[in-house]
């Protein structure tokens, strides 16, 4: 089909930038990025001082994408961050789940309705499974990052440390199209406060009123907190298990209230990206087998 020629690609992934959009290769019909991992990095080229991630290799250089996308047809990520946007994604239910889950477009026009505010007119795109891309740029003074799940059931962000896969692109399941090609608004203030980033500062300000909590079990939450909050895309939910297993001992050693640290690691991985329910699941995961190992009885056994 002349769409998946790499022609089309290269004309569609010029459009992106463009518009100011950084791009950057994903696998021929597929979502996934086209570029090497760390692991296999030959430290040459793009990546000669170092490492460099899709993130960091995502362009609007006109003569960098020709290249990229001079032989092969790529599918077209856009880096969220450094584009300056952030890109609400509204999903549609998967086949074998209940007949009646809202979709994410339906969940999102109930969340817009009972703030009192119109479903945003803004560029759009319909993606491959069926589901809805919703484009709004950021102020360069608002660091949003990635979320899962917390404007609604279905309903994800792209933002700093994430993609979308632009218009143009296709996969098995089908295209990504323009449905409405407005460009896009600023994102709304009111969705901008319910994404911003929750602050653990209840927790903080509990550990470093208890008298119990050492100066460094305090610094050790806060510290672990930071590293949840900024972890990337794909090491996010090891990250929150990690840092529950290091402050666990804090618990067992009873330098931290648990409940204490639970809030916090919750409130930082959902500012990470990862969904409630997740967060929930590896925090307790992590502070159950740290506190086990650590604990008076384990010590002396």
């Given at each position: 089909?002349?769409?998946?020629?790499?022609?089309?690609?290269?004309?569609?992934?010029?459009?992106?930038?463009?518009?100011?959009?950084h791009v950057f290769p994903l696998r021929p019909a597929d979502k996934r990025p086209a570029l090497?991992?760390?692991?296999?990095?030959?430290?040459?080229?793009?990546?000669?001082?170092g490492h460099r991630k899709w993130e960091d290799r995502a362009t609007i250089d006109p003569d960098r994408i020709r290249r990229a996308w001079a032989d092969r047809p790529f599918n077209i990520g856009i880096a969220t961050g450094p584009s300056g946007l952030l890109v609400v994604d509204l999903d549609v239910p998967k086949r074998n789940s209940s007949t009646d889950t809202p979709c994410g477009v339906t969940t999102f026009g109930a969340l817009c309705e009972r703030a009192g505010q119109p479903i945003p007119a803004t560029y759009r795109t319909r993606t491959a499974s069926g589901g809805h891309h919703l484009y709004f740029t950021t102020s360069p003074g608002v660091r949003l990052g990635n979320s899962a799940g917390r404007l609604g059931k279905l309903i994800d962000t792209r933002a700093h440390g994430g993609?979308?896969?632009?218009?143009?692109?296709?996969?098995?399941?089908?295209?990504?199209?323009v449905t409405d090609p407005t460009p896009p608004i600023p994102l709304p203030e009111w969705l901008c406060a319910l994404l911003a980033p929750r602050q653990a500062s209840r927790a903080l300000t509990a550990v470093a009123a208890a008298p119990r909590a050492s100066r460094y079990a305090a610094a050790a939450l806060r510290a672990e907190t930071a590293t949840v909050r900024s972890a990337p895309t794909g090491k996010r939910d090891c990250t929150l298990l990690s840092a529950a297993r290091a402050l666990g001992r804090f618990i067992a050693w009873g330098?931290?209230?648990?409940?204490?640290?639970?809030?916090?690691?919750?409130?930082?991985?959902?500012?990470?990206?990862?969904?409630?329910?997740?967060?929930?699941?590896?925090?307790?995961?992590?502070?159950?087998?740290?506190i086990a190992r650590n604990s008076p009885q384990a010590r002396t056994a």
């Amino acid at each position: 089909m002349t769409h998946h020629a790499p022609t089309a690609m290269l004309s569609a992934a010029l459009q992106a930038a463009e518009y100011g959009w950084h791009v950057f290769p994903l696998r021929p019909a597929d979502k996934r990025p086209a570029l090497h991992g760390e692991a296999v990095c030959p430290l040459i080229g793009d990546c000669a001082g170092g490492h460099r991630k899709w993130e960091d290799r995502a362009t609007i250089d006109p003569d960098r994408i020709r290249r990229a996308w001079a032989d092969r047809p790529f599918n077209i990520g856009i880096a969220t961050g450094p584009s300056g946007l952030l890109v609400v994604d509204l999903d549609v239910p998967k086949r074998n789940s209940s007949t009646d889950t809202p979709c994410g477009v339906t969940t999102f026009g109930a969340l817009c309705e009972r703030a009192g505010q119109p479903i945003p007119a803004t560029y759009r795109t319909r993606t491959a499974s069926g589901g809805h891309h919703l484009y709004f740029t950021t102020s360069p003074g608002v660091r949003l990052g990635n979320s899962a799940g917390r404007l609604g059931k279905l309903i994800d962000t792209r933002a700093h440390g994430g993609y979308v896969v632009a218009a143009g692109s296709f996969t098995a399941t089908g295209p990504y199209t323009v449905t409405d090609p407005t460009p896009p608004i600023p994102l709304p203030e009111w969705l901008c406060a319910l994404l911003a980033p929750r602050q653990a500062s209840r927790a903080l300000t509990a550990v470093a009123a208890a008298p119990r909590a050492s100066r460094y079990a305090a610094a050790a939450l806060r510290a672990e907190t930071a590293t949840v909050r900024s972890a990337p895309t794909g090491k996010r939910d090891c990250t929150l298990l990690s840092a529950a297993r290091a402050l666990g001992r804090f618990i067992a050693w009873g330098d931290l209230d648990r409940s204490v640290v639970e809030e916090a690691l919750q409130e930082a991985g959902e500012a990470a990206g990862l969904s409630a329910r997740q967060c929930h699941s590896t925090v307790r995961s992590g502070l159950n087998w740290s506190i086990a190992r650590n604990s008076p009885q384990a010590r002396t056994a």
